[in-house]
C-alpha cells in the first residue's frame, strides 16, 4: 500500500498519547553508537564519513514546487520582499475568488442556451486551476510560518541519502517545540515517546545511535503526525475559548449552557489571527462550543479525552479537500523517489533517534500551520469542504 492511500486511513485518536492502540516504531532496531560527522546544515552519514549531497536546507528548498503561476509568484515573494508578502497573497486569493465567480456566473446565465455546455466546461477547468493555485498559496503560507521560526523544511529525502543513510542537524528541536503551549507540548512530547520510544532525559549516545526503520512506516508516521498537529490546534483553540467564556459567564452571573460560535468571540479578544491579520468574521472550524458554566478548568489532555466520536472527527479532519490534497502532495514530495514519486515498500533508512525526532516534530508543526493557513484563506477564498 502506498503512503498516500495509508495516511488517508490512519485514525487520528490512534496517535494521541493516551488512545494508541500500537506504537508504529517500536521495533526500531539499533546498533553500536559510532561517530557522526556533519556538514553546514544537513549532513548523510555513511560508515562514518560524510559526503556532499544535494540536500540543502536553503531559500524555499522544500520537497513540495509550486505548479501555477500564481505558487510560483508568492514564493518569488516571500524569498525577495517579505514584507509585503500578506499584500501579495490577499491580491491574490481575491484574483483567484472573482475569475472562478465570474465564470460560475456565466455558466449560471448561459443554463438552457446553446452555449451552456461551453461555459460549464470552462467552470470545471477554471476550478480545478484555482483549486491548483490555491493549494500552492497554503503550502506557501505553510513556509511563511516555518521561516518565522527560522526552520526550513526538510528537502526530498532521495536528496538526502547515502548508503541508505540519513542525519538531519541542526535538529531545530526548540525552535519547533517553541510554536506550542505548554499543555500542547506535553501532548506532543508523549506522542513522541509513543511513536518513537523517546525518552526526554535520553542521552547524546542513544539519541545518535544509528537505528533502522522502513521508509512506508516512516511515511505512515508522518502522516499521522500531521493530523495530529492539526487536532492539537484545533483541540487547542476550542478548549482556550471554552474557558474564556466560561470565566465571562462565571464573571457575569450567567448560569445554565448556551451555544456560541467563534465568529461571536473575536470581540473577546481572542487570538485568532494565524498570520498576523485580522481574520474577518467568518466562524472557523471549531464550530460550535457548548458553554457550561460549572464545567472545571482542566487539563488539555483531559479536556480532549473527553471527546465523543463526533467531536474528534470535527477538530481531527482537515475541513477543506484543499487541505487534505496538499498533505498527500508533500508527504509523495517528501518520502517518494526523486525520478518516478513512488514510495518504495520495502525501503529502510539508516539513521538516529534525534533526526526521526526532528521529522516527526517539523510534520506536527506543518499540520498546525496547516490549520492557519486554512483559516487565513478562508476569509478571502471559499474552500471545497471535506
Not at 54 to 65: D, M, T, V
Not at 119 to 128: C, G, N, S, Y
Not at 323 to 348: M, R
Amino acid at each position: 500500500m502506498d503512503c498516500g492511500l495509508s495516511y488517508t486511513k490512519i485514525c487520528l485518536h490512534q496517535s494521541l498519547p493516551f488512545k494508541v492502540k500500537t506504537t508504529l516504531l517500536s521495533s526500531f532496531s539499533s546498533s553500536t553508537p559510532s561517530s557522526v560527522g556533519c556538514r553546514r546544515l544537513l549532513t548523510v552519514v555513511a560508515s562514518g564519513n560524510s559526503r556532499s549531497s544535494k540536500c540543502e536546507f536553503s531559500g524555499l528548498n522544500a520537497p513540495l514546487e509550486p505548479t501555477t503561476p500564481t505558487g510560483r509568484l508568492l514564493s518569488t515573494v516571500l524569498l525577495n520582499d517579505r514584507n509585503n508578502f500578506h499584500v501579495a497573497v490577499q491580491k491574490q486569493l481575491e484574483h483567484l475568488a472573482y475569475d472562478r465567480d465570474q465564470a460560475l456566473a456565466r455558466m449560471y446565465l448561459s443554463f438552457g442556451s446553446d452555449e451552456a455546455f461551453l461555459h460549464r466546461r470552462i467552470a470545471e477547468v477554471k476550478e480545478l486551476e484555482c483549486q491548483a493555485s490555491v493549494e500552492d498559496i497554503m503550502y506557501i503560507l505553510i513556509s511563511y510560518k516555518f521561516s518565522g521560526i527560522r526552520v526550513h523544511l526538510v528537502p526530498k529525502l532521495s536528496k538526502c541519502m547515502y548508503n541508505g543513510r540519513l542525519e538531519i542537524w541542526p535538529c531545530r528541536d526548540w525552535e519547533l517545540e517553541s510554536i506550542h503551549s505548554c499543555e500542547v507540548l506535553e501532548m506532543v512530547r508523549e506522542h513522541l515517546t509513543i511513536v518513537l520510544g523517546w525518552k526526554e532525559k535520553s542521552n547524546v549516545t542513544d539519541n545518535w545511535a544509528p537505528t533502522k526503520v522502513q521508509k512506508l512506516q516512516l511515511c505512515r508516521v508522518y502522516a499521522a503526525s500531521v493530523l495530529f498537529g492539526y487536532f492539537l490546534k484545533s483541540a487547542s483553540l476550542r478548549h482556550h475559548l471554552e474557558q474564556k467564556v466560561d470565566h465571562i459567564n462565571r464573571d457575569l452571573g450567567i448560569a445554565g449552557s448556551s451555544q456560541l460560535l467563534l465568529s461571536e468571540l473575536r470581540s473577546l479578544g481572542s487570538e485568532t489571527v494565524p498570520f498576523g491579520r485580522i481574520s474577518g468574521t467568518r466562524s472557523t472550524s471549531v464550530g460550535r462550543i457548548p458553554l457550561v458554566r460549572e464545567k472545571k478548568q482542566e487539563k488539555l489532555k483531559y479536556y480532549v479525552m473527553s471527546f465523543d466520536a463526533e467531536t474528534l472527527q470535527m477538530c481531527a479532519k482537515p475541513k477543506s479537500k484543499e487541505a487534505l490534497n496538499l498533505i498527500e502532495k508533500h508527504i509523495y514530495a517528501l518520502f517518494g523517489d526523486e525520478k518516478t514519486g513512488l514510495i518504495a515498500s520495502g525501503g529502510v533508512i539508516s539513521t538516529s533517534l534525534a533526526s526521526l525526532k526532528r521529522i516527526v516534530l517539523e510534520a506536527i508543526a506543518f499540520g498546525s500551520f496547516l490549520w492557519d493557513a486554512e483559516e487565513y484563506i478562508r476569509t478571502v477564498y471559499q474552500l471545497k469542504e471535506n
